[in-house]
């Protein structure tokens, strides 16, 4: 048996005539930058995501760096990040202006450590940028009991979490503003690329969709140096029928999230916590090993898939040689340990069986 690790093109030809139907139409609308496909979207996933208000944009990294700037914070802010994320949270800081800090992560939910912000706090500090990494939600509670403190705002990159669930809700507990993507392998994926910001905010909303038309709400006025990170319209009306069947996606990863969690079974691999099974989006069943060349080893003959998220710490990035200093004893033991193993709907049982036999059968 041969499995990939995500097979997109299988996700996206079980919707091939809706899809299809969906280019004729807008085709035949002549309307193709902003149009009605783009409004009907921005209000289904506010509906989605339990939020006031939603603007799409071109893709995630932009909806982090706009989602900064509608913050109006003061110059030379320091923003909170953790360590252990993708490149781009923290580059959106230092695109938007500000000075990313690195925190680490709690190594059992690879999320920022609440118990570790407070010792990074200083007095040019205005916000925190919190990651739901792998699908897995932050600890809002104590995030926002923080930000209350200290007066900081929170901004959230779900890049990685749409549906995911806090307190019953799928809003990420409050957050002024939180940023999704719709690159093509997210949970809710576009055929190119695509991003959104949702917020209960109607200031930060205004901004938000005025800075992604160059900074234009009326024709030829233009109130701030915006860019044009308008989202397509032809992905929002392909994002309209993905958003219909998202619910269906994630249900089937907690499925199989679940039989994950009580079949694999192996000392030498940590399986990611059980705390959050159903309200976890589960973008990515991370596990760990410390003997991760062995293990892909084993993977690669035995012709499962798998990714490394990620291999490299953006504090040893070369384009973070500012930060290249700093040693994160635990953000570094992730990246060295961490692989992901196939999860998505279109694996199949017997898939799922010999994935599991693949991996209580790997000994050193
Ligand atoms: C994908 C991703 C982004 C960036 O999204 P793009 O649409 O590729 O710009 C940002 N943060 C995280 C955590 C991501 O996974």
Known sequence: MQIPFFNLKKINQNLNSELQEAFLKFLDSGQYILGSEVADFETHFANYCESNYCVGLANGLDALILGLQSLDLPANSEVLVPANTYYASILSILKAGYKPVLVEPNIETFNIDSSKIESHITNNTSAILAVNLYGKM??????????????????????QSHGGIYDDSKKCKGADVTAYSFYPSKNLGALSDGGAIVTDNEQIYKKIKSLRNYGSSIKYQFEYQGINSRLSEIQASFLNIKLKYLNEELLRRRQIAR????????????????????????????????????????????KVGFEIHYPTPPHKQKALEDFN????????????????????????????????????????
């Open 138 to 159: 932050c600890d809002f509670e104590a995030l926002n009991r923080i930000c209350k403190e200290h007066d900081l705002k929170l901004i959230v990159d779900a890049a």
């Open 325 to 364: 200093y700093l040693s994160l004893p635990i953000t570094e033991k992730i990246h060295d340990e961490v692989l992901s193993i196939p999860l998505n709907s279109t694996l199949t049982n017997s898939e799922i069986a010999y994935i599991i036999d693949t991996i209580n059968s790997f000994r050193i």
């Open 259 to 302: 039989i994950y969690l009580t079949e694999i079974k192996n000392n030498l691999i940590t399986l990611p916590s059980k705390t959050s099974i159903d309200t976890d989006a589960w973008h990515l069943f991370v596990i760990r090993t410390s003997y991760r060349e062995r293990f892909m080893n084993h993977l690669i003959e035995k």
